[in-house]
């Protein structure tokens, strides 16, 4: 354990004194907010521009429209016989049409229009939508107010006979935080982890480390280290974002943490993390170049990502088969069985079978990344086929 921990530390310093790490750590929070910043901005700024449409109105109708219509759009009422497209044309605006009288009963309209400005055509739309059930409520004798109660859907109160079948948004929110968290920290460390024993392999560094402490504690060490390394990477960037949420959110984060049940989502984000990590680790093992190692990773990339096959099933029956399945199979239950927490009252049995599962099979993956990483880093000229790792995998440790 003792050379695991020299091992976790100098993965840690080697990085931490890494220039590409250091300007990863400040450029992905500052992508990340130009992504949601700026559409935030660019909608903010796309002020809708002003639509101008000529109107013949016969109906006597023109001024109910306007109401009905955003403040973008203007009506310009022209006299029956006009030159409209003229004045369309003259006047640059965006079409025009006419409300005549039959456009109660038929409820069809023509719309000439000199732009493709689609925002004002759907207002418009809607407006004269609103403007025909209003037309022929009056002429059926139906007051808005009557026709309002009769089409009034049903307001149906879903309360819980018992407390814990109540969804927990707040328990929700935070185990959804907490299922991207644990991916991230998956797909960044354990991407590293890859391209770092690829990168030593190729430098023969493997040879002079393995010369010294055992396979199984060279792999746990960097295993630790890039954990570790994750975590400080999340701790820097919820330092800024935290601040940010709370202030233009007002998200009560300390009562969001309270309500719910850390110790189950930790158990579970760190025994998927453990699981992938050697899956991911054991890959680099048995490449001989970044750039096979590179091709490879989607392969490995793709079974944690099993889980979002799931969401659907497990947010609209939380309780049904398939989510029970998902939070049990090892390969999804690290996500699953965060977000069921958050949704419904999960069996005490399920988080104990499930857990049990996951940590069981974290635990055989590790012995088995061990036993090809073994053989793996000492290999070098070529990737190793499917069968040579199953036949590394039936070595007996020395």
Same mark, same amino acid.
């Given at each position: 354990m003792r050379n695991t921990w020299k091992i976790a530390r100098w993965e840690i310093l080697r990085n931490l004194t890494n220039k590409q790490f250091i300007i990863g750590l400040l450029i992905t929070p500052l992508i990340m907010a130009l992504f949601i910043v700026v559409?935030?901005?660019?909608?903010r700024w796309n002020q809708p521009s002003a639509i101008t449409y000529c109107i013949v109105d016969?109906?006597?109708?023109?001024?109910?429209?306007?109401?009905?219509? !955003?403040?973008?759009? $203007? +009506?310009?009422?022209?006299? =029956?016989? =006009? &030159?409209?497209?003229?004045?369309?044309?003259e006047s640059k605006a965006s079409g025009y049409f006419i409300l005549d009288e039959n456009f109660a009963e038929s409820g069809q309209l023509d719309l000439f229009y000199n732009g493709t400005n689609s925002q004002g055509s759907s207002a418009l739309r809607q407006a004269l939508t609103a403007l025909l059930q209003n037309l022929r409520l009056t002429l059926s004798g139906v007051s808005p107010e009557q026709f309002a109660f009769l089409t009034a859907p049903v307001q149906m109160n879903q309360i819980p006979l018992k407390e814990e +079948?109540?969804?927990?948004?707040?328990?929700? $929110?935070?185990s959804s935080v907490f299922t991207i968290l644990v991916f991230f920290l998956i797909f960044t460390s354990g991407t590293m982890l890859m391209q770092s024993a690829t990168q030593e392999k190729r430098d023969r560094m493997a040879e002079v480390v393995l010369s010294s402490i055992r396979p199984g504690e060279l792999m746990q060490g960097k295993i630790l280290g890039q954990f570790l390394l994750g975590l400080i990477q999340l701790g820097f960037w919820l330092a800024l974002g935290l601040p940010i949420v709370v202030y233009f959110l007002e998200f009560p984060i300390l009562e969001a943490l309270r309500a719910v049940n850390l110790p189950v989502i930790l158990c579970?984000?760190?025994? *998927?993390?453990?699981? @992938?990590?050697?899956?991911?680790?054991?890959?680099?093992?048995?490449?001989? &170049?970044?750039?096979?190692?590179?091709?490879?990773? *989607?392969?490995?990339?793709?079974? !944690?990502?099993?889980?979002?096959?799931?969401?659907? !099933?497990?947010?609209?029956?939380? &309780? *049904?088969?398939? =989510?029970? @399945?998902?939070?049990?199979? !090892?390969?999804?239950?690290?996500? $699953?069985?965060?977000?069921?927490s958050g949704l419904t009252?999960?069996?005490?049995?399920?988080?104990? $079978?499930? *857990? =049990?599962?996951?940590?069981?099979?974290?635990?055989?993956?590790?012995?088995?990344?061990?036993?090809?990483?073994?053989?793996g880093m000492l290999m070098y000229g070529k990737n190793a086929t499917p069968k040579e790792v199953l036949r590394w995998l039936r070595y007996k440790e020395s």
């Open positions: 559409p935030a901005l660019l909608e016969e109906l006597g109708a023109a001024e109910t429209l306007r109401e009905l219509l !955003p403040a973008n759009i $203007v +009506l310009v009422e022209e006299e =029956a016989g =006009a &030159d409209l497209p003229k004045l369309v044309r +079948l109540e969804p927990q948004t707040m328990h929700l $929110v935070v579970f984000g760190l025994g *998927g993390y453990l699981l @992938f990590s050697a899956l991911f680790v054991g890959l680099g093992a048995t490449m001989e &170049d970044l750039q096979s190692a590179g091709n490879a990773q *989607g392969l490995v990339i793709m079974l !944690p990502m099993l889980a979002f096959l799931f969401i659907g !099933p497990v947010f609209t029956n939380p &309780d *049904g088969s398939i =989510a029970v @399945f998902a939070s049990l199979f !090892p390969f999804t239950s690290s996500a $699953v069985m965060m977000l069921r009252a999960v069996p005490l049995w399920q988080m104990l $079978v499930s *857990g =049990a599962l996951l940590l069981i099979t974290a635990y055989i993956t590790m012995r088995a990344a061990a036993k090809i990483f073994r053989v």
